[in-house]
């Protein structure tokens, strides 16, 4: 039987194996270096997408396949964006009712780190 | 370019239309693990959108994963020693799995068992860094699914579950590929072709995805 997978040079899986370690550096340093608020944030989901779409694209073939099946398998996801922003939209609403009627205090800062000794 | 787009949605409405099997060329096994994979994708943002949820909703403080996750290197507490260890470890386990399929193609296929074995050898070595990870904030940090001493209650329940089903689904992903390795060593697709191997690949490379995710949303954020 004619082999009907997916063939391609080698050297674009190096090239994409070295992108992510580039990638997975970045978003650690991230953490390491203390970014905080919407430039962490930010950073983070930018590395993530950008790791997430090498990921699908090149070892997973996706850019390769034909329209039909890169549409059936890439736009569902796109209804958990809806999920995602009616939960983040509720959430809101709970966290201000825990602090208005259930007398929750708003945590001031993050606790200090947890001690090894 | 322009050309090219309407070309290729030509091909979309034709290969949808046409009365027969819609995904042309795709071997079945391969459309069938895509959509698998499609439905685990939906499991695993129901987690981390729970986890969203209960994260946004509590109103104390939710416990600093750099802090928690850290690890003493020569003395100093390093933020997420571990955790960018086991991402380096999948991430490299990807790519011999890449090459792995390459391999396959090539009717390689000592090769490419190897290679396969390989990946599982990362996968496994993952899988015991996370249990020690558990096993240093279980007897440790005391941290329970209902509670914990650094902040918020919901911190060991979103942990346990999110990190234990990925992990869960590592572990198989071991199996499934020593079983597929050793039969492609055993020369058992000769005839049938090198397809098993690209959709073992898929599964993995899903499974290095989702870490993506989650090391991102649960572990930097």
Redesign the interface.
């Known amino acids: ?8 040079p ?1 050297s674009i ?2 090239w ?2 070295g992108l ?2 580039v990638f ?1 550096a970045a ?2 340093m ?3 270096a203390g970014f905080q608020g919407y430039l ?2 930010s950073l ?2 930018i ?2 997408m950008l ?2 779409g090498f ?2 694209a ?4 996706m850019r390769w ?5 890169i ?3 890439m736009l ?2 796109g209804a ?1 964006l809806v ?2 922003c009616l ?2 939209w ?3 609403y ?2 201000e009712t ?2 208005v009627y ?1 007398g ?8 200090p ?2 001690s ?1 000794h | 370019m322009a050309e090219a787009t309407s070309t290729q949605r030509l091909q979309l409405v034709e290969d949808w239309a046409a009365d027969v099997a819609v995904f042309r060329g795709v071997p079945w096994g391969k459309a069938m693990m895509w959509i698998f994979l499609l439905s685990d994708t939906f499991i695993f943002s129901c987690f981390l959108t729970s986890y969203m949820t209960v994260r946004m909703t509590s109103a104390e403080a939710w416990p600093n994963p750099s802090e928690v996750f850290a690890l003493e290197a020569f003395g100093v507490p390093v933020p997420l020693l571990l955790i960018a260890i086991m991402t380096f470890i999948l991430i490299s386990s990807s790519g011999t799995m890449a090459m792995a399929v390459n391999m396959g193609y090539r009717r390689k296929r000592v090769g490419a068992a190897l290679l396969m074995v390989v990946t599982a050898l990362f996968g496994a070595s993952f899988v015991g860094m996370q249990a020690f990870e558990w096993y240093k904030l279980i007897v440790e940090e005391g941290v329970r699914p209902w509670g914990n001493p650094m902040g918020a209650a919901q911190f060991g329940s979103c942990f346990f579950m999110i990190t234990g089903f990925h992990g869960l689904h590592v572990s198989a992903g071991v199996v499934y590929l020593l079983i597929v390795a050793y039969r492609v060593w055993r020369g058992r697709y000769e005839e049938k072709g090198y397809d098993i191997v690209e959709i073992t690949g898929l599964y993995w490379h899903f499974v290095d995805l989702v870490w993506v995710f989650i090391f991102a949303f649960f572990y930097l954020w």
């Open positions: 039987m004619a082999e009907t997978g997916q063939q391609h080698i899986y190096f994409i194996w992510l370690f997975s978003s650690y991230v953490d390491y962490r944030w983070i989901i590395f993530m790791k997430a990921i699908v090149i070892f997973m073939h396949e034909r329209v039909a099946l549409t059936a398998i569902p996801p958990l999920l995602v939960m983040a509720e959430s809101d709970t966290w825990r602090i259930l929750a205090e708003i945590a001031p800062e993050p606790l780190p947890p090894h």
